[in-house]
């Protein structure tokens, strides 16, 4: 813990404030701001982040070496510089040492910036003369066996952070107004929480489903695991809440066109899909008094048009215009105009309501919102996909969904578990966990599904209680049952007289003759093959993104990890939020989840999402370009390569310059990088800051 001596340490408070001009001055001179490093004093903060850092670096040698570092006018350490006594330090050496820029060598910028940026304002500096050097995931961590390694790297590392540090400037945040209204992407029960806790915190909510009801997933399901309660009975109470809340606008059978803007005042463009069935909402503006569906069904029952029903994993049958089941939100039919015919029977069928319009064609509604949440939910993985296991090949092989139908009082046998190819009730039923879960052949997901486990427990639960003598067998890698209740569950069906085998299964063959089915498998336990005769065999199939997840994301910028869930700004500190201001998750697209966990995500999103409504206004970062009119040619180059519309051209005094929306632009630098001009400024990774920071790394090396 030693100051470097230095001439400069005789520099005022009052000297500093004048070496850097504020951002919005130098937005209001049209300049590039004036960068020096001539009156910088940094200081340098190691954290030894527990062991994390200093089981790897060799801190004191760090700490010495950066005294050495032009412009450093202090350097310490402490264990965890992220505490309050390591907070301190920084505020009061900025006092007592005269600072004018902080770098702290510790963990990534991520987790801890903010913390930092605040210690760095509590000390009387702009929080934007701080600098982050990652010696821990990007350091200590991948090179802990190589001290010295590590060691040298930790040094490059400050080195550089301190050469940015030296020219960094004071940067003024800006404020936007919030519009006080959100959307919410998905209706499964994920959306449906999410929005009926913001419609209940009092702003307004537009629900956007692409189906014709709400309900998701969670509503073709029979049971819920470990209490065994009716899905229906649990999701319908909430399905009709939503679709009288006050404060929520359902709009059902439509999906994102366009959006456009950032966080507090998103344009959004959505895409009602021709339902072909009039609301009596709809029915009495077109002035039809008493007019509009009104669920009956008559139009059904003449339509001549039969086709698969999707809600029934296509294993019963509806007609062209139909609904999905009779617990649907809002209770009105869908015209399906892909199959249609045009007949004129359903209109007929109508009568006085005149309900039926067989003409209708898509309708573009705009909203203004100002946070909006992704709950876009999930699909099965194509199981076909595994020839070995004969789905879609052999009819007595189903996957967990169509199993649900199956057995659910309201499926297409009325709860009555029977073989597809013959309608006999099976007494023996294999069901194969992580088929396509855990799977790194290539075919497969490498990820594990999460609530495969448990809902087969709960499948095997159904068929021992509905069926008296029919055996279940569980081909298994592992169990996870991680929930609460859960490994109490697992135990219960052990109890009941599941059988449990642990290994994955190599192949599926059919009798021709008997339609029965051979699970060829081994069992690790006992070190011993398998193959055993079943009537039917259950999958519990992987689940991916929905198909229009990686569509919807791209509209509102969000990322995605390599298997295409939604990413989390911050798996620990922000799990709800994404590096899109403004823009949160909820549910299963973001990762499997059970019902218990979404719903909980659900409600931290609402929460997340109310936060800038509330205060009415939000600060964005002051990560802008800015254009220097007078190198400006007008030349618009930079106007379609900006990723976030955030540039355009304008006439300024004679002549076309290039202008920022600042609450638009991300600082992604792309406009900065391509300008043959260099008019573009980037705040806080100016060129004068990256070209230090190069010559840092490249002309320096630690010793």
Known sequence: MAEKKTKKESTSKKDTKKQAAPAAKAAEASKAPTVSSKEARVGVYICHCGTNIAGSVDIPAVQEYAKTLPNVAWVDNYQYMCSTPGQKKIEENIKEHNLTGIVVAACSPRLHEPTFRTATKEGGLN????????????????????????????????????????????????????????????????????????????????????????????????????????????????????????????????????????????????????????????????????????????????????????????????????????????????????????????????????????????????????????????????IEKKDEWGYQKYDNVVNSLEFERLICASGPTGGHLVRPSDGVTPKKVAFLLCAGSRDNTGIGKPYCSRFCCMYSLKHAHQIIEKIPGCQPYLFYMDIRSFGKMYEEFYYRIQDEGAKFMRGRVANILEDPVTKNLTVVAEDTLLNRPINLEVDMVVLA?????????????????????????????????????????????????????????????????????????????????????????????????????????????????????????EAKCKGCGTCGGFCPGGAIWMQHFATPQIVAQIDAFLLGGAK
């Open 127 to 382: 929080p934007f003369r701080f600098e982050m050097a990652n010696i821990r995931e990007q350091g200590s961590w991948v090179h802990m066996h190589d001290r010295e390694g590590a060691t040298d790297k930790a040094k490059d590392a400050i080195r550089i952070a301190v050469a940015k540090a030296a020219l960094l400037q004071d940067l003024v945040p800006k404020a936007v107004p919030v519009e006080k209204a959100a959307l919410v992407v998905g209706a499964g029960v994920a959306g449906m929480q999410a929005a009926l806790d913001l419609a209940n915190a009092g702003i307004k909510t537009y629900l956007v489903e692409k189906n014709p009801t709400i309900g998701g997933r969670m509503s073709q399901l029979d049971k819920t695991f470990p209490t065994l309660d009716c899905s229906q009975c649990i999701l319908t109470p909430k399905m009709v809440d939503v679709g009288r809340a006050e404060n929520i606008e359902l709009m059902t059978y439509a999906e994102i066109a366009e959006v456009e803007g950032y966080i507090g005042n998103f344009d959004v463009t959505i895409r009602r899909k021709p339902r072909g069935v009039l609301t009596p909402v709809e029915a009495e503006a077109k002035g039809i008094v008493g007019g509009g569906c009104n669920g009956c069904g008559d139009c059904e029952a003449v339509c001549p048009v039969i086709k698969p029903n999707p809600f029934e994993m296509d294993m019963k049958p509806r007609k062209a215009i139909y609904i999905y089941h009779p617990q649907v939100v809002p209770l009105i039919y869908t015209v399906d105009f892909d199959s249609c015919i045009k007949c004129g029977l359903c209109v007929t069928a109508c009568g006085e309501k005149k309900a039926i319009d067989l003409e209708a064609k898509d309708e573009f509604v705009k909203v203004k919102v100002g946070t909006a949440i992704l709950a876009l939910g999930y699909d099965m993985f194509p």
């Open 541 to 661: 199939a992987a689940v991916q993104p929905s198909s229009d997840t990686d569509r919807t994301r791209k509209l509102f910028g969000v990322s995605c990890s390599q298997d295409g869930w939604l990413l989390e700004a911050h798996p620990k500190l922000n799990p709800c939020g994404t590096t899109t201001a403004g823009v949160f998750l909820a549910g299963v697209c973001q990762g499997p989840k059970d019902i218990p966990d979404t719903v909980a995500s659900a409600e931290g999103a609402a929460s997340a999402a109310s936060i800038p409504i509330h205060k009415g206004e939000v600060e964005l970062e002051p990560y802008f370009a800015q254009c220097i009119e007078e190198k400006c040619a007008g030349c618009g180059m930079c106007v379609n390569l900006c990723p976030y519309q955030a540039l355009a051209l304008v006439e300024k005094e004679g002549r076309k310059v290039m202008q920022v929306t």
